[in-house]
């Protein structure tokens, strides 16, 4: 007789080797204290309107003028070089000027500062290979998964999604259920929107039929 094969397992041989045991999520809060907050034009032109961190309400990129916000942002990072939020913007106006390989170096460097935009959007572009940025899923689960840690909402809901479908097979995850689980359970503390409610809502079912309790 064949044995039955457990829903673990076959999560198990889906996503890598399955974590035996819960552990604790160590998370993490980025303190902007150590950088200027002081509202600059670069600010002004290229901040993102979902930036957990941004100091204005930000811009879409249609509302954008690239020229300017790439001129502008780089004369205020000349003056703040460290300011990682400086350093995300500029980022964000030359990969949507098409300038990715010249944006790359700005934004792994706000990453390696942990802010957490930069975190999930250099993350996000290796996943999908956007603006012809090099594809890299493993690097991308790494920094998605570490901007969710940060608390940004995009990671919380964006890193369970793309476990669940597969986005980072390959990659030796030690995938933990529970993990996830939380991640989308610390999403639903914001006042999520519409949209993200209902993406809140389709994990949680997913990850318990998926996933079994713990």
């Not at 809060?29 to 670069?42: A, E, K, M």
């Not at 004369?75 to 010249?102: C, H, M, W």
């Not at 957490?116 to 956007?130: I, K, M, R």
């Given at each position: ?90 980022a964000r ?8 390989t010249e944006?790359l170096p ?109």
């Amino acid at each position: 007789m064949r044995r039955a094969v457990s829903v673990v397992g076959v999560m198990g041989m889906l996503f890598g080797v399955l974590s035996p045991s819960a552990q604790a999520i160590e998370w993490q809060t980025f303190d902007p204290s150590p950088y200027s907050q002081s509202v600059t034009d670069c600010d002004r032109e290229a901040a993102h309107p979902d930036d957990p961190n941004k100091v204005v309400p930000g811009r879409t990129s249609r509302e954008m003028n690239l020229d300017t916000a790439i001129r502008v942002c780089r004369a205020d990072l000349a003056k703040d070089p460290n300011n990682p939020r400086i350093g995300y913007q500029l980022a964000r106006s030359l990969t949507y000027a098409g300038k990715v390989t010249e944006a790359l170096p700005f934004i792994e460097r706000a990453a390696a500062q942990k802010y957490p935009q930069a975190l999930f959007v250099v993350g996000y572009l290796y996943l999908e290979g956007s603006y012809a940025s090099p594809k890299d899923p493993c690097r991308a689960a790494q920094l998605i998964r570490e901007s969710a840690i940060y608390g940004r909402l995009a990671g919380l809901l964006g890193y369970p999604s793309y476990v669940l479908n597969g986005r980072f097979n390959g990659c030796g995850l030690k995938v933990d259920m529970q993990e996830l689980r939380e991640f989308v359970g610390k999403a639903k503390q914001s006042k999520l929107e519409y949209y993200p409610s209902v993406i809140a809502e389709s994990l949680e079912v997913r990850l318990s039929n998926e996933g079994g309790s713990k």
